[in-house]
């Protein structure tokens, strides 16, 4: 009997292992946006994202159960922040005038956020899942790469499923494609500073291999981005090992070096045909960009509907753009300040720049390789969330739930 106890010990399952592909899946949910961009994701006969979310949420229950779980401090103000911010926009539905936006916006920002806070939140606190993340990542970057480059020399643009050549789906293509090549790239720069001789010029050659791939579709935002976060990743694991001259070192070659690849482009104009990130930066970046419009619009009407806001959703309305939610404040503390008033964005405040003040706090107490992973994961998504996206994008509550991640600790039960 005994006998047979040791073979079944032997031969069960190991569900921690089961749990930790839930890393995998998160990256595939971050990034669905500009996966359906790739050529051989475009056709398929089911939703990426939602079949992504199927499989995350029982593993997410597998992993929550498999591990035992101590929370730092730090922590609770941020989640009380979101909580209250979900419950807030939900009553400012009542006096909003929008029906169709209203609609969309607050199943995802009220169901959906949730859902991804707590996946960040549990995938940056466990090793293993977190380990996939990182790898599912490093390839999804790539990937979104080398299809956008085959995509626009073919002239075809492919979003969701759909293709086609309209403006609105090809500039949020080009920002959700190089929002993954960002972090990828930021990724393979940490990749860099760990690894040493042919395998840390080999992840250089990704990092500039994945900036190359950023100048192609015009995303300025996602090449400020990659260009920033690929330095203060890995400068953040110097600071936290306490190599702070390192850090000044990092800074200056990384500039340098952006610099001067910057100016061998523009030396001659020849050289950036066909890299439309390059000519939308020397057409006059704020002239040709409508965010100072619309920013200048949401401090107006948050004025004038102070001090409860316009309600969920209604900015496009007053603004009298109509329910078109493509024109949103493009910044997440005005959008929260406009449509819920002082009560949004105090509540905002409190999850987002709370929640991020955690996360530095927690770098003389997490492991340099684990800060820099979230760091590379969160700092492109925190650029998008102030010159871009709504309360309703899912990428932004998973990089908060990172960011909140660093105040979590998971060990096998």
């Given at each position: ?57 029982p ?18 103000i ?21 029906d ?9 920002l ?16 466990d ?10 990542t ?26 086609g ?13 190089g ?20 395998r ?9 291999g ?30 936290a ?60 009407w ?10 969920t ?38 999850a ?29 998504v ?20 990172l ?11």
């Open positions: 009997m005994s006998g047979l106890s040791g073979d079944w010990r032997a031969t069960r399952l190991d569900v921690p292992a089961l749990a930790a592909p839930l890393g995998a899946c998160a990256a595939v949910v971050q990034f669905a946006g500009a996966l359906k961009s790739t050529p051989m994701l475009a056709s398929l006969p089911f939703d990426l994202t939602l079949a992504a979310l199927a499989l995350s949420i593993l997410m229950a597998l992993l929550l159960a498999s591990r035992r779980w101590r929370i730092g401090p730090g922590i609770a941020p989640l009380a922040g979101c909580g209250g911010l979900w419950l807030w926009m939900t009553i400012a539905g009542a006096w909003s005038p929008s169709e936006i209203l609609q969309s916006k607050l199943p995802e009220v169901l959906l956020g949730p859902l991804m806070l707590a996946m960040g939140m549990a995938v940056g606190a090793a293993q899942a977190r380990l996939w993340l990182v790898g599912s490093l390839v999804i970057g790539p990937l979104v790469g080398i299809s956008i480059a085959i995509g626009l020399s073919q002239g075809a643009v492919v979003l969701g499923g759909l293709v050549a309209r403006p609105d789906l090809v500039r949020v293509q080009y920002q959700l494609a929002l993954a090549m960002a972090c990828a790239a930021s990724l393979a720069a940490v990749k860099a500073l760990e690894a040493s001789g042919l840390r010029l080999a992840w250089i050659g990704l990092v500039l994945l900036a190359a791939g950023v100048l192609l579709p015009g995303g300025r935002a996602a090449l400020v981005a990659l260009a920033l976060t690929a330095i203060s990743a890995p400068a953040a694991a110097l600071w090992a306490g190599r702070r001259r390192a850090v000044l070192g990092l800074g200056a070659g990384g500039a340098g070096l952006a610099l001067a690849i910057l100016a061998f482009l523009m030396l001659d104009p020849s050289r950036m045909d066909g890299l439309r990130t390059l000519e939308r930066l020397t057409e006059g970046p704020v002239e040709a960009s409508a965010r100072p419009v619309l920013w200048a619009a949401a401090l107006d948050a004025g004038e509907s102070a001090p409860f806001g316009l309600g959703g209604g900015f496009t309305i007053a603004a009298g753009h109509g329910e078109r939610r493509g024109l949103y404040p493009h910044n997440h503390a005005l959008e929260s300040l406009a449509e819920g008033g002082i009560p949004g964005l105090v509540l905002w405040l409190m987002f720049a709370a929640g991020l003040w955690s996360a530095f706090r927690r770098l003389g107490h997490v492991s340099p390789g684990r800060i820099a992973r979230i760091a590379a994961l969160v700092l492109p925190a650029l998008s969330v102030m010159v871009s996206t709504d309360l309703g994008n899912r990428m932004a509550w998973f990089a908060l739930g960011a909140l991640s660093l105040s979590l600790e998971s060990r096998h039960g």
